[in-house]
């Protein structure tokens, strides 16, 4: 009966094309509003790494002294001082620990085939790349040892290993930044992050860094860096060292802590950690805090998703409720005027539930013209957020999920919208059209 | 087969009520073709409307071969409608979107009988109507006449036992008029047991029982035929 349905909805568009056509560019416009906002909400919102999100924790350390706060909600700073980064890296646990900062250089060959250009790049401890889940098509990380002694290595993002050496394996090769060599020892294979969750100081929605380099640099070459500093306390910083000792918070910190009994070993190391600073004078509140925060809870935390983005979807969905409100009123008056026919069908044993279901599965068909109109909306809205925002251009796309929710919100909403039109028209009185047809 | 008692049908506005029927009594046996006449709101339409159960009665009982109708829910009456009365309208009431053959399927689909087995029938009933070659054919592709024939053939496919006709000539020419008329004797014939409401004394006539529904309640036949006959001879 349901092919007969179809059979019947489809001669019912045929038969009223221009009343048709409006409905599906009602609840096409309706649908592709909506679904430009909710994926770009989804894309935002959308667990970046998700078979580790839940083991990967942001480390968060109270250095303020009492009576100083913070902006955050628990009044702890987001990212880390030198001298904790350090120490934590060469904490005994967890196995499988990163500290790192965002940093830049300019970029040159020892040729004249590239011009000189800057790029974004990320000092890092090697863990980085196992921890975060990223692979090599070419070479691999530096060494334990060369993160040690600070040796000028580099692993190129595939991108920059396309424009500097065509796409070449290009490990060995020299490049310079700023006014050193540096070997590359490793090409990343393509690595694109709808969200750089493990920096969400630092452009949040950016791409990953280009360039990537031993964390041990950053002291020995005295980088600055290209993300927020932040302090509470003046202090006398007149050179490098100063600023290494200081409690200037510069520095992410994550662990990767793979079971519950992990975290709270690790946990326990961070209080004492925290004792033995007191004892150097540091951490001088009362009670410091400290705060394990794993990807999704960090992203929360960093209010990723603004609350503009959440009104933003709200009013979307508003739209669509005007959309569908017209809808409604373009149905009710094509259902009705077919009232005469749903009479001679009612005559001829068709039940109230059979008519009913008849014009549900219409307006079903209806929605799913709308939803797959709304998806091509859709993606012209999402390029046109690209176009104008390059901000967005990672995450102003629709993924699988969203294309498969466009039809499915599309004709639940229309059945929604429906339900009232066919209800009304299964109550028709047969007897009142026989006559009168 | 059909047993009507007491039957009272009442419409109500804040106005004004009217009784379309009132106390009207009727049984009819397997087999008969009865003609139903009366004047223009006697109740002719409201009596068949609510012997095919398309309207509720306000009060009266209605057996159709046994089953109390007035216990039915909605989609028990729309099986028992389905399953054992056919219709014949005098606007045809064809599906104009429809085919011949489609709309002839109409009830069969609701019956849930599969496709082979509608075939066979829609076949039989167009070639029973004389419309075989005109299958593909949309309705206002036809005439008047050939049109009623396909809305029998629509009752016939079902294959009733109870066939409501109201006013099924009134809008044919005397010639399709009374091919149409030989057709519903035909079909009685066959075994239905056919309802005929018209305004024709000419088909009424044709048919074995007369009735007259007047002011809502069934008219005493006898009384009705020996006025006429009184009408006659002063006419004469």
């Known amino acids: ?437 | 087969m059909l047993k009507m008692n007491n039957i009272s049908k009442l419409y109500q506005t804040e106005m004004v009520q009217t009784h379309a029927l009132r106390d009207f009594n009727l049984q009819v046996e397997e087999g008969e073709f009865i003609a139903v006449t009366g004047p223009s709101g006697s109740g002719k339409t409201t009596f068949l409307n609510i012997a095919g159960m398309l309207e509720p009665f306000s009060s009266g009982e209605y057996l159709l071969d046994g089953i109390d109708v007035g216990k039915l829910n909605d989609n028990q009456r729309a099986d028992v409608r389905n399953q054992k009365i056919g219709f014949i309208f005098q606007g045809f009431n064809l599906i104009p979107d429809l085919n011949l053959y489609e709309n002839i399927e109409v009830p069969l689909r609701y019956r849930g009988i599969k496709a082979s087995e509608r075939k066979r029938r829609i076949e039989q009933c167009l070639e029973q109507v004389g419309l075989a070659s005109r299958a593909k054919h949309l309705p206002q592709q036809l005439s008047g006449g050939q049109q009623q024939r396909v809305a029998i053939a629509r009752a016939l496919a079902g294959e009733p036992r109870f066939l409501l006709a109201d006013e099924p000539t009134g809008n044919l020419d005397s010639l399709m008029a009374r091919q149409v008329m030989e057709l519903l004797e035909q079909i009685n014939r066959d075994g239905a047991t056919i309802i005929m409401v018209t305004h024709d004394p000419e088909l009424a006539r044709r048919a074995p029982r007369n009735i007259q529904v007047v002011d809502g309640q069934l008219a005493d036949f006898t009384l009705y035929q020996g006025a006429q006959n009184l009408k006659n001879v002063a006419g004469a």
């Open chain 1, 1 to 437: 009966m349901l092919l007969h349905y179809l059979d019947l909805s489809w001669r019912s568009f045929k038969r009223t094309p221009l009343v048709s056509f409006l409905m599906v560019l009602a609840i096409a416009i309706g649908i592709g509003v909506t679904m430009t906002s909710l994926s770009v909400y989804h894309m935002m919102s959308a667990d970046p790494i998700p078979h580790k999100s839940s083991q990967l924790y942001a480390v968060q350390l109270q250095t303020m002294d009492e009576g100083h706060t913070w902006w955050t909600d628990d009044n702890l700073p987001m990212q880390l001082t030198y001298q904790d980064a350090v120490n934590l890296q060469s904490a005994p646990l967890p196995e499988k620990k990163v500290a790192m900062m965002r940093t830049g250089f300019s970029v040159y060959l020892d040729s004249d085939k590239v011009k000189p250009f800057t790029s974004n790049a990320r000092m890092t401890t090697p863990d980085f790349f196992t921890m975060f889940d990223v692979s090599f098509i070419y070479g691999g990380v530096w060494s334990e040892q060369q993160e040690q002694s600070a040796a000028p290595v580099v692993v190129l993002s595939k991108e920059l290993n396309d424009k500097l050496f065509a796409g070449d394996n290009s490990i060995g090769q020299l490049i310079y930044l700023d006014d050193y060599s540096y070997e590359v020892v490793g090409v990343l294979a393509d690595w694109s992050l709808n969200l750089k969750y493990y920096d969400l100081n630092n452009g949040a929605f950016n791409q990953p860094e280009d360039l990537f380099l031993p964390f041990s640099l950053v002291k020995t070459k005295e980088l600055s860096s290209w993300g927020n500093s932040n302090g509470w306390k003046h202090e006398n910083i007149n050179s490098y060292a100063d600023r290494m000792q200081s409690e200037i918070v510069w520095l992410q910190f994550w662990a990767q802590l793979d079971t519950p009994e992990q975290k709270t070993a690790y946990g326990n190391y961070l209080t004492a950690y925290i004792e033995e600073q007191k004892k150097r004078g540091r951490f001088s509140r009362e009670k410091p805090k400290y705060s394990l925060r794993d990807v999704n809870q960090w992203m929360q935390y960093n209010n990723v998703v603004s609350e503009d983005n959440k009104i933003l979807v709200g009013l979307s969905f508003m739209f669509l409720a005007v959309c569908l409100a017209n809808i409604l009123g373009l149905l009710l008056a094509k259902f009705l005027r077919r009232a005469p026919e749903v009479g001679v069908r009612r005559a001829l044993g068709a039940s109230k539930r059979q008519v009913f279901l008849q014009h549900l599965v219409e307006v079903a068909m209806l929605g799913c013209f709308g939803g797959l109109v709304g998806i091509v909306l859709a993606q012209l809205g999402l390029w046109s957020v690209r176009q104008s925002y390059d901000y967005y251009s990672s995450i102003a796309t629709m993924d699988i999920t969203m294309l498969l929710s466009a039809p499915v919100i599309a004709i639940t909403t229309c059945i929604v919208a429906g339900l009232y039109p066919a209800w009304l028209v299964c109550k028709t009185n047969p007897a009142i059209y026989l006559k009168s047809q």
